[in-house]
């Protein structure tokens, strides 16, 4: 026999009314308002379960959106690192107030087969690791409140205070597969402690920064859909969690499809009459020169790219004008007509219309340069990063460019780019990389190059900066160092020049695992001692 609900239809109604009610005030907040969603909070209430629990992320969040707000406001920028470890969190309580949970550090330290930075692990790695990173917050917050609360007020004046409870923001790649998967993603993060998540257009599977060339960016539409599918389930789950929209099309070689309009301007074809009328693909003349052994795969995929002469369709366009001897003003009439958002199909009705009949068709095929998982050729400028980041911005908190290469001049362009379409209160993420020339012709001076981060803050709107190798660079050389003294010199070299600087530093120390009685031995005592009845808070 079945049970039914005792709720009546009255009381289910004024309950989901009650919801619309209560999100629609939330979206007026000053942490919601600046979001446009293309839903509405019926949608919301109705995806909602008829009780709805406080996530454990929001207060952090809300914190971390009056820092960030207030770093836009003054002209500066909070640093961080990325880190995986609770005992190294510890640490960077003294000097920063934000962590970030990197995905390829993830990878490296938290997998059972770590590797390079593939976005390979499964899914729920990086919401682990920000579990274990939040916990260990909360605990040292818990643990130096009841030291603190031990001493009297005139002796807590000497202690050290630390805010441990820093928001942590979160890699959620590029979503890991269909938005069902972003969305649990997503939901766990949020649940784990996450303050922020930030995602991206890198397309699933097809990860790759190692090989010089490879890396491939789902369509505009795909990617928009990423983040909205991140958005509703924050919306569903009442989280204030902060949205980093990334855009990785600088340096991306390859798009996964041509399903998207707004993607047409930059993909490339072959433009070589011969090559088009032989439907000479790259893939087959890599495969032939394989199976040849006169030349390796790259070498083939070289001289076949130089051959097939490829271009975009408006450069094919521009340079057939040119060829025919047609006026720069026909020129321009074309590029009046394929305006943003324009299908190749269009465009080529526009090129008919502008340049006359006599031009005959653009040779133009983006099918033959293909890669053997079909990628399409992808021209990356900053304007598609531009672009890209104006599609994303109504549901995301932050905008963020990943630029593997330190052009600043690309970084200046990209930032006032976006702050001219969306107005100066546009805030930006930005992450440095661990292996960066800072070259002169890309725009470095030295003046530059040292003042980096606070010309990032200051003239770009940038107000989170991360550096996430910092915890695979340098904790690397230190443990190299400390290692090769102990081997040399035994436990007279630690007692000199760790342990003894380690232990005397101060009466507490700030990471709390030094000294039994400072890392949760006292708090441990103090549950004991209020067990058996004891006062153990000293006014």
Request: proline letters at 4%.
């Amino acid at each position: 026999m079945t049970i039914p609900s005792t709720e009546t239809l009255e009381a289910e109604q004024a309950s989901f009314d009650a919801t619309v009610r209560a999100v629609k005030e939330w979206w007026k907040t000053p942490r919601q308002q600046h979001l446009t969603r293309p839903w509405t909070a019926e949608t919301v209430a109705a995806l909602r379960g008829s009780e709805t629990l406080p996530v454990v992320s929001s207060p952090a969040a809300l914190k971390l959106w009056d820092m960030l707000r207030e770093h836009h406001k003054n002209g500066t920028s909070e640093l961080t690192f990325g880190v995986t470890d609770p005992i190294g969190l510890s640490q960077m309580a003294k000097y920063m107030r934000t962590v970030y949970v990197s995905g390829g550090l993830s990878g490296f330290s938290e997998n059972n087969y770590p590797g390079m930075d593939h976005a390979d692990y499964p899914w729920d790695t990086v919401p682990k690791v920000v579990d274990k990173l939040f916990r260990a917050e909360v605990w040292h917050d818990q643990r130096q409140r009841q030291l603190r609360m031990a001493h009297s007020l005139e002796e807590r004046k000497k202690l050290e205070h630390w805010d441990y409870l820093m928001p942590i923001v979160a890699d959620g790649d590029m979503g890991f597969g269909s938005l069902t998967v972003g969305m649990k993603a997503a939901k766990a993060l949020a649940e784990l402690g996450a303050a922020a998540i930030h995602i991206d257009d890198l397309a699933l599977g097809l990860k790759q920064f190692t090989t010089g060339q490879g890396r491939t960016v789902v369509s505009t539409g795909e990617y928009a859909e990423r983040v909205k599918a991140i958005r509703l389930q924050l919306d569903v789950l009442g989280a204030e969690t902060l949205i980093f929209a990334r855009c990785d099309t600088d340096h991306a070689d390859f798009i996964t499809s041509v399903a998207d309009p707004r993607d047409h301007a930059y993909v490339l074809g072959a433009t070589n009459p011969d090559v088009v009328a032989r439907a000479w693909t790259l893939r087959q003349a890599m495969e032939d020169a394989v199976a040849s052994g006169k030349q390796t795969a790259l070498e083939a995929r070289a001289a076949w790219i130089e051959a097939a002469g490829l271009k975009t369709f408006d450069e094919a366009v521009e340079d057939a004008a040119k060829a025919a001897g047609l006026s720069e003003d026909k020129i321009a009439e074309y590029k009046s007509r394929a305006v943003y958002g324009t299908s190749l199909q269009q465009r080529r009705a526009a090129a008919k219309l502008a340049l006359g009949e006599t031009i005959g068709d653009i040779v133009f095929d983006w099918e033959l340069p293909r890669s053997n998982l079909g990628q399409y050729i992808f021209r990356q400028t900053v304007q598609t990063i531009v672009e890209r980041a104006l599609v994303v911005a109504p549901i995301s908190d932050l905008s963020w460019s990943r630029m593997d290469l330190p052009n600043y001049h690309d970084m200046k362009e990209y930032h006032e780019a976006v702050r001219a379409a969306l107005g100066p209160e546009r805030m930006f993420a930005f992450a440095w990389g661990g292996a960066w020339p800072f070259p002169e012709s890309a725009g470095w001076t030295e003046e530059r190059r040292k003042n980096a981060s606070t010309i990032l803050a200051r003239d770009f709107g940038v107000v989170w900066q991360v550096q996430p190798m910092y915890m695979i660079q340098g904790v690397n050389m230190e443990i190299e160092k400390s290692a090769a003294m102990w081997t040399a010199e035994g436990m007279g070299g630690y007692y000199e020049k760790i342990q003894t600087a380690a232990i005397t530093r101060k009466p507490y120390s700030v990471d709390g695992y030094e000294k039994m009685s400072w890392c949760g031995g006292i708090l441990s005592d103090a549950f004991f001692s209020a067990v058996a009845g004891e006062e153990i808070a000293k006014k």
